[in-house]
């Protein structure tokens, strides 16, 4: 498996849920070469594997906008179980109850993955943080340019202060 084409092809896969980073069984099993049954089957004998924060069962209204949404989802539609939804770690714990060289293979990929997002996920913060700070310094930029045009009109519109000028200079 190449990195990058691996790393991009797992992409794909990810999906927030939850404000989670997951991976469904269905595609965990696809990556790890096995049939989703058998996939979800190695789980359910290892249920003390899976905390809740490695894996979670999504409910009929996630299931239904992941189908609205996703076309590569509507074999769910009628499927009467609903997916469940692995997080990073809860990919690595699947993995190893597949026990395959392929699932331990492409869990390292599934990592790197993960990890990759998170990096992109930060540096994409650190942009918003300094477009803000950028506009609050325009913000208060533009209030001093508005302070200076304001003055600079209070100097042109000046009204004159004396009613009767006395004519300056030499009188005839």
């Given at each position: 498996?190449?990195d990058?084409?691996?790393?991009?092809?797992?992409?794909?896969?990810?999906?927030?849920?939850?404000?989670?980073?997951?991976i469904?069984?269905?595609?965990?099993?696809?990556?790890?070469g096995?049939p989703t049954?058998v996939?979800?089957?190695a789980?359910?004998?290892n249920?003390?594997?899976?905390?809740?924060?490695?894996?979670?069962?999504?409910?009929?209204?996630?299931?239904?906008?992941?189908?609205?949404?996703?076309?590569?989802f509507?074999n769910?539609?009628h499927?009467?179980?609903?997916?469940h939804?692995?997080?990073?770690?809860?990919t690595?714990m699947?993995?190893s109850?597949i026990n395959?060289k392929?699932a331990v293979?492409?869990?390292?990929?599934?990592?790197?993955?993960?990890?990759q997002?998170?990096?992109?996920?930060?540096?994409?913060?650190?942009?918003l943080?300094?477009?803000?700070d950028?506009?609050?310094k325009?913000?208060?930029?533009?209030?001093?340019?508005?302070?200076l045009?304001?003055?600079?009109?209070?100097?042109?519109?000046?009204?004159?202060?004396s009613?009767?000028k006395?004519?300056?200079?030499?009188?005839?």
């Amino acid at each position: 498996m190449n990195d990058v084409i691996a790393t991009q092809d797992i992409f794909n896969y990810i999906l927030l849920i939850r404000q989670e980073k997951v991976i469904l069984d269905a595609d965990l099993a696809l990556l790890y070469g096995v049939p989703t049954k058998v996939f979800n089957q190695a789980v359910k004998r290892n249920l003390q594997r899976f905390p809740q924060d490695f894996m979670f069962q999504l409910t009929e209204e996630e299931k239904n906008e992941l189908v609205t949404n996703c076309d590569r989802f509507k074999n769910l539609k009628h499927s009467t179980t609903l997916p469940h939804a692995f997080t990073e770690h809860g990919t690595v714990m699947a993995a190893s109850v597949i026990n395959s060289k392929r699932a331990v293979e492409v869990s390292i990929y599934i990592v790197r993955a993960f990890v990759q997002m998170r990096q992109m996920l930060s540096q994409h913060k650190e942009v918003l943080r300094k477009l803000s700070d950028l506009e609050q310094k325009v913000t208060v930029h533009d209030s001093h340019i508005k302070s200076l045009f304001n003055a600079m009109r209070q100097l042109i519109e000046a009204p004159s202060t004396s009613k009767s000028k006395k004519p300056m200079g030499f009188l005839k």
